[in-house]
């Protein structure tokens, strides 16, 4: 076997990053996880254009009825502040997605998608929320998503515009 010590390390090579290569040929959302392989989305933005970068922002009612902007960073507590778009897209872990069949994209392979939310999980992330929206002296029952879109112009001046989407209301309870 020490002979073939570079073919066997060839061969591990091949099935760490070639397969996994394969695998996301066939479908970007087949890919595994961990990737092995660069990010796909990644571009580079025009700079002779003017550039759109989304802002998601969460909001509480304060105690007295109004609408209070709450702080992300001490909302999430110990968790990554990187990982606040993707709680955000997915409404804080509070809807639970009906299963779905999909084709992939080249070889038209069915495959299943379910929600991985238990109906145990949306009691314990309600409980949590109830939490982070109190200690930033907010009731308990209302978080508020807004989205706003941050316009840099060519001059490098910007300004903030709404986005025609409405606002998205989770009732905690």
């Not at 700079?47 to 304060?62: C, P, R």
């Not at 507590?77 to 299963?99: A, C, D, Q, S, T």
């Not at 978080?143 to 606002?167: A, F, M, P, Q, T």
Request: charged share 30%; hydrophobic share 35%.
């Amino acid at each position: 076997m020490k002979k073939y010590k570079n073919i066997n390390n060839f061969l591990i090579l091949v099935i760490i990053f070639i397969i996994p290569f394969l695998i996301k040929s066939i479908d970007y959302r087949l890919e595994l996880f961990p990737a092995v392989i660069l990010p796909a989305g990644s571009y580079m933005c025009n700079i002779e254009k003017e550039v759109s970068i989304n802002k998601n922002e969460i909001y509480g009612i304060d105690y007295n009825g109004k609408q209070k902007k709450l702080d992300k960073e001490t909302f999430i507590g110990k968790v990554r502040m990187e990982y606040f778009n993707y709680f955000y897209k997915n409404h804080f872990g509070l809807i639970e997605y009906e299963p779905k069949k999909q084709k992939t994209l080249h070889l038209n392979f069915t495959y299943n998608i379910k929600s991985k939310i238990s109906k145990n999980d949306i009691i314990e992330t309600k409980k949590w929320l109830q939490k982070k929206l109190k200690d930033q002296n907010c009731i308990d029952s209302v978080l508020i998503l807004k989205n706003h879109r941050i316009v840099i112009l060519k001059d490098g001046s910007y300004y903030e515009d709404k986005l025609i989407k409405n606002d998205t209301i989770l009732n905690i309870y």
